[in-house]
């Protein structure tokens, strides 16, 4: 495993609690860029929104698709790390601990509605049927 010789870290005061939990949420929770922020790519050239972080405004940009590249592969970890999602309260079994730390900081996190699902009725009597297991097949 090669490092590189030099970190460049930008490293500033984003606040405590909720918004530091803001700030990082950005980089913990999702990839470099979806889909649907790559507005164009024609002509070797790809044109992509962002937000601006110092301004809070949506811009867009347009790079040649090798600096574009560049700047996805620059977030790319190096072979043996990993995202620090997949670890401590931020892992997906630690919900326990996520809402401790949630607790701590006193994070108020909106309630999931439950998803109502259709009842299946039994053919003969017309009572709802309760699903005790679910069985997959494999498509011909």
């Known amino acids: 495993m090669s490092l590189p010789k030099e970190w460049v870290v930008n490293c500033k ?56 590249l560049w700047l996805v592969l620059k977030h790319v970890l190096p072979r043996g790390f990993r995202r620090s999602r997949d670890y401590g309260f931020l892992h997906s079994n ?12 006193n994070v108020m996190v909106k309630a999931v509605e439950p998803v109502i699902r259709p009842q299946f009725k039994c053919r003969h009597c017309g009572e709802a049927m309760k699903h005790i297991a679910f069985s997959f097949m494999k498509p011909t």
């Open 94 to 105: 630690a919900k326990k601990k996520l809402s401790l730390v949630q607790l701590i900081l």
């Open 13 to 68: 005061h984003v606040g405590k609690g909720l918004p530091a939990l803001k700030y990082l949420s950005r980089y913990l929770y999702k990839g470099v860029i979806s889909d649907k922020n790559i507005l164009t790519s024609q002509g070797g050239k790809v044109t992509f929104s962002y937000i601006n972080s110092e301004t809070g405004k949506t811009e867009t940009r347009t790079l040649p698709g090798e600096d574009f």
